[in-house]
Antibody, heavy 120, light 113 residues
């Protein structure tokens, strides 16, 4: 069974940092591009970042560029999102998501998500 | 960025009746070289992540009931639930993957009348 399990969310003060992890299982992780998507309460999903299969190419939404860093460890089947200089507007559930095929851009499955709350 | 606008924000439909959800993109998501519309639909139930229903605007994902169908081209798209079931109560989102950044609609909440 394909599974994605996020962790690392929590309450952080504005300006702080968090590192999210997404543990993947049930598929050949190293063959797939991977994405982070976030969803603020009551809002639609918002794409955050993407990394290619070997980690050499990354892409970011303008809203997080320069503050967030996506990375992966294919030996550990794990995707990461380092989030620095956090702002209140970064508050959301963060999902890791896998494309249905290796490099396409629609997603299934998604993880269950991890909640990040930025507040003083 | 391509802006995805869904309508209505919510709708209430009787069990067994048709539900129609609209999605409009701010620019065409039809790629002329392969004649494919770069649009997907998702279903999200409370407390769960989105689940893929349809891609290429009209191709149902494996395992998705055939009461769900997608149509449209260019900038205007529709998700239809032909006979609403109780388990279809959810929020539905469209997503374009024509260009980066990938963008989603604001969602349409479907309830039972």
């Amino acid at each position: 069974e394909v599974q994605l399990v996020e962790s690392g969310g929590g309450l952080v003060q504005p300006g702080g940092s968090l590192r999210l992890s997404c543990a993947a299982s049930g598929f050949t992780f190293s063959s797939y591009w991977m994405h982070w998507v976030r969803q603020a309460p009551g809002k639609g999903p918002v794409w955050v970042s993407r990394i290619d299969s070997d980690g050499t190419t990354t892409k970011y939404a303008d809203s997080v560029k320069g503050r967030f860093t996506i990375s992966r460890d294919n030996a550990k089947n794990t995707l990461y999102l380092q989030m620095d200089s956090l702002r209140a507007e970064d508050t959301a559930v963060y999902y890791c998501a896998r494309p249905t095929a290796m490099t396409n851009n629609w997603f299934d499955p998604w993880g269950q998500g991890t909640l990040v709350t930025v507040s003083s | 960025d391509i802006v995805m606008t869904q309508s209505p924000d919510s709708l209430a439909v009787s069990l067994g009746e048709r539900a129609t959800i609209n999605c409009k993109s701010s620019q065409s998501v039809l790629y002329n070289s392969n004649n494919k519309n770069y649009l997907a639909w998702y279903q999200q139930k409370p407390g769960q992540p989105p689940k893929l229903l349809i891609y290429w605007a009209s191709t149902r994902e494996s395992g998705v009931p055939d009461r769900f169908s997608g149509s449209g081209s260019g900038t205007e798209f529709t998700l239809t639930i032909s006979s609403l079931q109780a388990e279809d109560v959810a929020v539905y989102y469209c997503q374009q993957y024509f260009s980066s950044p990938l963008t989603f609609g604001g969602g349409t909440k479907v309830e039972i009348k």
